[in-house]
């Protein structure tokens, strides 16, 4: 075997141990609960606490708002960018970063600080206005990623050739969006949906501040009070996020080999 592919197993083992064996021992725990045996019984403590499932059925709504605010202001901008304004694109990459630079907490204050009950938008006065507060901070912090997969999706066809061509049949700026882009995004958009679900489930900091019952507050929640049934709580969480992942691929694969096939 060459020097270099022992390399790569090494690498390889030493991803895998670091990852897998902390989840592991974190799923052998939740299994504790009930003394000398197996059980699942911290599952069923969790899954069948009213607090579990208002706040997970909570960030489910939350997570699909901001998917589709997320597709609403993303897709037609990168659109427009690459079609009309390719000399702004650096700028839009740069504004899209800011969230991965800026710290949550810091952004989460400056809503409060804005949008507080003294201010000329009282969104934090209501339950739904801070819903609708909480949607758009959640936007923000999955914009990196759904505007990446959006602008690599665009990348790979030929927007200008579509637009013309849909242009010359007479076709609106909303119909060749809806039916012509965005079926042809249609992966790359999912790839970003599945992403900002995955960050919207665990998310803490804009929950936790704006008092909202999310998912992300309960699981700090019940580490603090209980012994097993967080470990349950972080093994559904793990499952979730690679559940989003798979789907990704599932998804990327099909479309490939739905390419392949119209070849």
């Known amino acids: 075997m060459k020097p270099n592919r022992i390399w790569s197993w090494l690498a390889l083992a030493f991803g895998v ?5 902390p989840l592991l ?9 009930r003394r000398g045996t197996y059980s699942l019984d911290a599952y069923w403590v969790i899954l069948s606490d009213a607090r579990f499932q208002q706040t997970f059925g909570y960030s489910i709504v939350m997570a699909i708002a901001t998917i589709i605010i997320g597709i609403v202001l993303v897709v037609p901008t990168a659109y427009w960018v690459r079609l009309r304004l390719p000399a702004w694109r650096p700028v839009l990459e740069f504004i899209t970063l800011l969230p ?13 600080r804005l949008y507080n009950t003294a201010s000329f938008l009282p969104l934090t006065g209501s339950a739904m206005g801070t819903n609708i507060l909480l949607a758009f901070g959640y936007t923000m912090l999955a914009l990196p990623y759904m505007y990446r997969a959006v602008d ?4 790979s066809i030929d927007i200008r050739t579509l637009t013309e061509a849909a242009e010359s049949l007479g076709a609106s700026r909303i119909t060749i969006m809806a039916n012509i882009i965005l079926p042809n995004v249609l992966v790359a958009v999912l790839s970003g949906a599945f ?3 995955a960050i919207v489930i665990g998310e803490f900091t804009m929950a936790a501040l704006l008092n909202r019952p999310a998912f992300g507050p309960f699981l700090q929640l019940i580490g603090a009070n209980r012994a097993y049934e967080p470990a349950a709580l972080a093994v559904i969480a793990f499952a979730i996020t690679w559940i989003c992942m ?14 392949a096939t119209k070849r």
């Not at 141990?17 to 064996?21: K, P, Q, R, S, W």
């Not at 974190?26 to 609960?33: H, I, N, Q």
């Not at 991965?100 to 409060?112: M, S, T």
């Open 152 to 155: 690599t999706g665009l990348g």
């Open 25 to 33: 021992g974190t799923l052998e725990f939740s299994l504790r609960m």
């Open 17 to 21: 141990i670091y990852f897998v064996v």
């Open 246 to 259: 798979g789907l990704i691929q599932v998804v990327t694969r099909f479309n490939k080999s739905l390419a």
């Open 195 to 197: 992403l900002t679900f």
């Open 100 to 112: 991965l630079v800026i710290p949550a907490i810091v952004v989460v204050f400056g809503y409060i």
